[in-house]
């Protein structure tokens, strides 16, 4: 009994931890429910057509998006954790980067994809068009994402869950109201209201950071390059995760590439599970691996035995839930259920080496992390690309799992050498010792 009663202390500490996680993880299904519901309503109201215009373009915004910022707000998520007087000097640094990155890219992309995609018949009015849905996607879009990770910054999740679910709700009450309530059944329409639904969020965020202070605006020069290092696995990864899709648009049927599609979306919503416990936990381990990523080993592992058993059961989930599928999605995607299936065990190898490369980057080592990430995401687009056009689709499921196990394989390694040189350095200057998690 006193045993039981000396544990107590211990389990209850631990319980704002939970309730962190189950906050954060509640935010991100919630965020992730309501995507898909958007997503469903455009389809359904847009037509054909316009929806792929609206997919294609948005693809294209998602890759820019990582640039827009240039990784700042990573930066702004390790040094504010530590030390909450840099905020001043990290906001006006994102604030700056933003702005400067953000017009380029828009003027980038208004040159160039008016060539590509006919929102209307009207030259101008097409260019017009085009430059709007940028705007959109690409600045408001990285504003409102900079607003959550401020608040991680701050360790305030509540805030932070406010902003991804407020976010989520708002694009989808948009679409509820213009397809349903106003009859939108164009893109140039849809347009309209994404944009005023996406600078409604802003103006909450405006004011919900406003209370926190005022920006110093200069560049913080030191962390313009591992701004940069951070931001470019990101952009790899995008064209890694599309390799297989466009590839199995052209050798495969209309049936498989929705199906796979749809697939596809529901796997990397389970992921969130994963995703959520990184969330609280990243300023926490650039705390703890202050003075060297060896510092917080204990941390580390406990996070990696923890995403094990995350992952493993929501794996398990997708694959009990799967034959409830083609009553929510429709009977016409046959193979919906295989398809699931067979892909929802590779959150298992995702989960374990996002945790080895959520360490390199909150421990500052962004030249390690973008390694593994960059090198990992611009092979692993090779290896998709023709795995997928070689055997489609069992091809591009082996190549799945092939490149996430591959990508686990590598970010332990990497993580394990930098700990060693860590430890290394620690030594020889007297300052060895782990901090326990």
Not at 13 to 33: D, E, F, N, R
Request: proline content about 3%; some cysteine.
């Amino acid at each position: 009994m006193p045993s039981a009663l000396g544990k107590l202390p211990r389990y209850r500490a631990l319980l704002p931890m939970v309730m962190s996680y189950a906050a954060s993880g509640g935010s991100l299904i919630v965020s992730s429910a309501a995507q898909l519901l958007t997503f469903a309503i455009l389809a359904r109201f847009l037509g054909v057509h316009e929806f792929s215009l609206f997919v294609a373009i948005s693809a294209v915004s998602a890759i820019a998006v990582h640039l827009c910022g240039v990784g700042g707000t990573e930066c702004l998520v390790r040094r504010v954790a530590r030390d909450h007087s840099m905020y001043p000097a990290m906001l006006g640094h994102n604030i700056l980067l933003i702005s400067v990155s953000g017009v380029l890219l828009v003027i980038i992309g208004a040159i160039a994809l008016p060539y590509f995609f006919d929102i209307s018949t009207n030259g101008a009015v097409n260019g017009l068009e085009i430059t709007a849905m940028l705007i959109t996607n690409i600045v408001l879009v990285r504003c409102i994402l900079f607003s959550e990770q401020v608040f991680i910054a701050f360790s305030d999740f509540g805030s932070a869950n406010k902003v991804v679910m407020g976010f989520a709700l708002i694009r989808t009450a948009a679409a509820v109201l213009a397809c349903l309530a106003f009859g939108v059944s164009t893109l140039a329409g849809w347009i309209v209201w994404q944009f005023a639904a996406h600078a409604v969020m802003l103006f909450f965020c405006y004011l919900a950071l406003r209370k926190l202070g005022r920006p110093k605006f200069k560049l913080v020069r030191e962390e313009l390059r591992l701004g940069l290092f951070f931001s470019i696995p990101f952009i790899l990864k995008a064209a890694r995760q599309n390799a297989d899709l466009l590839v199995l648009g052209i050798v495969a049927s209309a049936e498989i590439m929705a199906s796979y599609s749809v697939a596809r979306r529901i796997i990397e919503s389970s992921y969130l599970s994963v995703d959520a416990m990184n969330r609280i936990v990243y300023p926490g381990t650039a705390k703890a691996s202050h003075g060297g990523i060896h510092k917080a080993t204990d941390r580390v592992k406990k996070l990696f035995l923890a995403a094990l058993a995350i992952s493993i059961a929501a794996a398990t989930a997708v694959f009990i839930c799967a034959p409830i599928l083609p009553y929510l999605f429709g009977h016409d995607y046959t193979s919906l259920v295989l398809f699931v299936r067979a892909l929802c065990w590779v959150v298992i190898p995702v989960g374990c080496w996002a945790i080895a490369v959520e360490a390199l980057g909150a421990s500052g080592n962004q030249g390690a992390r973008a390694t593994v990430m960059g090198l990992g995401s611009l092979i692993g687009a090779g290896v998709a690309a023709w795995a997928t056009w070689y055997a489609p689709p069992t091809g591009t499921f082996i190549s799945y799992y092939v490149i996430e196990t591959l990508m686990a394989l590598a970010a332990w390694a990497v993580y394990f050498r930098v700990v060693a040189k860590s430890r290394k350095v620690a030594s020889q200057t007297g300052t060895a010792g782990d901090v326990a998690a």
